[in-house]
């Protein structure tokens, strides 16, 4: 029999990463909000430590009959604008949770899911799009790599050579629409002096993708937390660790499902979270990993990993929410 030999280093060894039942974000706020002032972010922590406790109810309820394990994480947008410093921000941040009521566990910097610890995340995850041309499409549209616009259908067709035979307006077409189509075109980045510029919903499908305990790199987990030594936060935005554990008997950070609370002018940025997610070549071993272990724990997760995400959105006052967003 012929003896086959390889190289140890030459096969492929994807990291597990600790898994909590739920990752639960207590907030994903810009800076306009802190800008408001600790009263806004007080009406915030207090109007989420209402909806906190159903979310608890949940996944207690999915974990029976074991703990369920729950981590709280925190996001601010430090990627489009940044406002004050980490020595002023986050200590406020904290103060005005635990006058809520709330633990925040995990802290982390927005844009350290367009680059963390010089790996370029959001670059790596727009290679993994994989997008599904619906039944009929001819294929005149560049591809998302050239365009940075992604779709979950149909667009209508334009006017162009390609196009000549098309004479009437024909509207555009979800691809697993049912009974009627909504069809939606998301823009995943744009350029602005020479650089690509990320949106806000492709850095948050990539957050989703970290708290589902979904990316890798080479087969090692990224964005992954460092412990808070419990000591002054720095004055520069780039000297804090782009996800930061505050709390060091924290549930892990990634989760079999997120539960994300949030003021509802984020819905339309969270629909399209959940159709890029549903465009991602999730890294395959690292899925089946997550999937293997929720079967062991009678946790099981939805196959899609879009559905993996949950969210409450509140209502917040008129005279308090910011434009925008």
Known sequence: MESVFRELGAEPRTQAVPLSHLSLELGHLYMEDFEAGPKRLGEHFAEVRIWVEAARASAARRAAPGRARISTCFLIDDYFSRFSTP????????????????????????????????????????????????????????????????????????RGAALSEVTTWQPPQETAARNHSVFMDVELWSEQDGRRLWSCPFLAAVWQLARLGLLRHLGEPVLTPRPWDGGDFPHDWDRLPPLLRLNPDADPFSAYRTCTLMPNRFLAVEDAVRMILDQIDVDATALEQVDRRSRGERAQVPAAVAQRASYVFYEEPADSAPEGG
């Open 87 to 158: 020595a002023e921000l986050v200590p406020l941040i904290l103060k005005e949770a635990e006058e809520a009521g709330l633990t925040i566990d995990y802290l982390a910097r927005e844009s350290g899911c367009a680059v963390a610890d010089r790996i370029e995340l959001a670059e790596s995850v727009m290679h993994r799009l994989v997008e599904s041309p619906p039944p009929g499409s001819f294929g005149s549209r560049p591809p998302v790599s050239r365009t940075g616009w992604l779709a979950n259908g149909q667009r209508s067709p334009g």
